[in-house]
């Protein structure tokens, strides 16, 4: 075991794909000499060259597009957007090309091309900086999406994603960037498990708590919350966005009958919506009460003095747990919709 901290964790995992397929070839803005604006891809163009850890222009639908050229001619390009906000350049390339041309030919080309986007709030950015857009990608057919929430993960989803034939949107929650974990970096992929899958992070018997990315941590730290409460809180790290992994939320709810899902993306049209809706129809019979969603509200992502105030934090989940439990609260009423330009 390594003890990583989540950026060099990545940084491990690109090393390992590139050293194992000689086709996987890195790509972005300052993600060479300088190693990216985090430093996640520092000292890769130094170790494999120019020419496969390549400097682009600030030019998000060129790169993309570029990537599509590579894919194929059978690389596997890995593309790094520098932040969650400067996707939407390319957003029709993703949407409209590398999601389409697999099907678009009948399984003639395929598109193994991993998009890595540093995504979320927390570091004290404005818009375009922090902010979440997985749902659109989600809502996209033909992508695969991930989201990764320690270092383990980020260091073998990160191989797995490269590894897959499919396109994969790996979305890396930048303020955990410097939280440190321990890393086997023996395990092979064959026996990790599935790029899709679902992980229970602990076990409960009295609600089940969704979340993905940044806010596992906190959903971590709500439980411990929650139990000096009296509450037992199942916490579930959905891990795959597109496709959900549902057996084992469905296999929580069935013992808990109460669901909350947390995610600082918007709460309109949020992967939140998805999970509830989704369950509400599986496990209807074994609900003891409505699903309840704690998120981001439905305003464009505020300056950094206010962000405390928009980005779910244990307070605000735990109130959504009390919502699920029946329970009167302080904070009873508010949800993702406050304050939104419908209101």
Not at 256 to 265: D, F, I, M, Y
Request: one cysteine or more.
């Amino acid at each position: 075991m390594s003890q990583l901290t989540f950026g060099r964790a990545i940084n491990a995992g690109l090393r390992k794909a590139m050293e194992r397929d000689a086709k996987v070839v890195l790509m972005g803005e300052d993600i060479g000499k300088l190693g990216g604006v985090f430093r996640i891809t520092d000292g890769l163009q130094k170790d494999f060259g120019a020419h496969r850890v390549i400097d682009t222009p600030l030019a998000e639908s060129g790169i993309m597009g570029t990537a599509v050229g590579l894919a194929f001619r059978g690389y596997r390009p890995v593309v790094e957007i520098q932040f969650d906000g400067f996707i939407y350049p390319a957003f029709d390339q993703i949407v409209a090309q590398v999601a389409k041309l697999h099907y678009r030919t009948q399984g003639k080309v395929k598109m193994p091309i991993t998009i890595r986007v540093p995504f979320g709030g927390g570091i004290g950015s404005p818009e375009h900086h922090s902010e979440s857009p997985e749902a659109y990608f989600t809502h996209t057919s033909g992508l695969r999406v991930v989201s990764v929430s320690n270092p383990q993960d980020a260091y073998i989803m990160i191989q797995q994603a490269i590894a897959s034939d499919d396109p994969v949107l790996y979305f890396e929650p930048k303020r955990r960037y410097h939280t440190k974990g321990e890393v086997d970096e023996s395990i092979d992929l064959s026996t990790a498990p599935a790029l899709g899958s679902a992980r229970v992070v602990s076990s409960g018997s009295d609600v089940t708590l969704v979340a993905y990315g940044p806010l596992v941590a906190t959903a971590n730290d709500v439980a411990l919350a929650a139990a000096d409460e009296g509450i037992s809180v199942e916490v579930i790290d959905l891990r795959s966005l597109s496709p959900i992994d549902f057996p084992p939320i469905e296999a929580s709810v069935r013992k808990t009958g109460r669901l909350v899902v947390a995610h600082e993306a918007s709460q309109t049209g949020g992967l939140g919506a998805e999970l509830a809706a989704s369950i509400t129809e599986r496990c209807f019979n074994y609900l003891e009460a409505a699903p309840v969603r704690v998120t981001g509200f439905d305003v464009p992502y505020p300056p950094s003095k206010l962000e405390k105030h928009h980005v779910p934090d244990l307070d605000r989940i735990l109130d959504g747990i009390d919502r699920a439990m029946g329970r009167p609260n302080s904070l009873s009423g508010l949800t993702g919709q406050e304050g939104s330009s419908q209101s």
